[in-house]
């Protein structure tokens, strides 16, 4: 199986369609990058309906990203670092 390819945009905090992303966002100090995921189907050719929301903290070397439901968090050393971590079920 191939690992579905995606495009981060990054967006203002409060773009955040994510309840759990926008309480972490209040709640977080220092710099923070929020993100709109488009993630592509396995082939590669079409964009999915649903677009994921993603939240970088530098600081703490942590990214969480909701697609549909709560967020996920994961160890990251960047955000694709983490959206490849993500997508892979890898959170260690």
Do not use: F
Request: net charge negative.
């Amino acid at each position: 199986m191939t690992m579905p390819q995606w495009r981060m945009d990054e967006i203002e905090i409060d773009g955040l369609t994510s309840t759990d992303l926008q309480h972490e966002a209040a709640l977080a100090d220092g710099v923070l990058h929020a993100y709109r995921v488009t993630i592509w189907d396995e082939e590669g050719i079409e964009p999915l309906t649903e677009t994921a929301d993603a939240l970088w903290v530098p600081d703490t070397g942590r990214m969480g990203i909701a697609w549909g439901a709560d967020a996920e968090w994961v160890d990251a050393l960047d955000p694709e670092d983490g959206m490849r971590r993500w997508m892979v079920g890898d959170d260690d």
